[in-house]
């Protein structure tokens, strides 16, 4: 059985950091892209950022681009999300993503179950 669980959410002040992690088991995603999605209240879910397989390119929302980096351990099957200087707009339920193509593509095959990310301002 999948499964994909998020860690390192929690409260934090306005330009504090958080580093989120995802850990994937039941199956080996080698060669799989990863991403990080967010769905703040009342919101639809958006993209954060994304790690491709291929290459290890990674790509970011606008709105994070400079204050978020995502980074990958291939070994230990986890991805992570360092977060700097977060600001009260950053609060949101963050979710772990597999991609179905080793580059991000979009279609998510397996989502985690998320994680709370609070910024008080």
């Known amino acids: 059985q999948v499964q994909v669980v998020e860690s390192g959410g929690g409260l934090v002040q306005a330009g504090g950091s958080l580093r989120l992690s995802c850990a994937a088991s039941?199956?080996?995603?080698?060669?799989?892209?990863m991403a990080w999605f967010r769905q703040a209240p009342g919101k639809e879910r958006e993209f954060v950022a994304a790690?491709?397989?291929?290459?290890?390119?990674?790509r970011y929302a606008d709105s994070v681009k400079g204050r978020f980096t995502i980074s990958r351990d291939y070994a230990k099957n986890t991805l992570y999300l360092q977060m700097n200087s977060l600001k009260p707009e950053d609060t949101a339920v963050y979710y772990c993503?597999?991609?179905?193509?080793?580059?991000?593509?979009?279609?998510?095959?397996?989502w985690g179950q998320g994680t709370q990310v609070t910024v008080s301002s």
């Open positions: 993503a597999i991609d179905r193509s080793s580059y991000y593509s979009q279609a998510i095959a397996f």
């Open positions: 039941g199956r080996t995603f080698s060669g799989y892209a």
């Open positions: 790690h491709s397989w291929t290459g290890g390119s990674t």
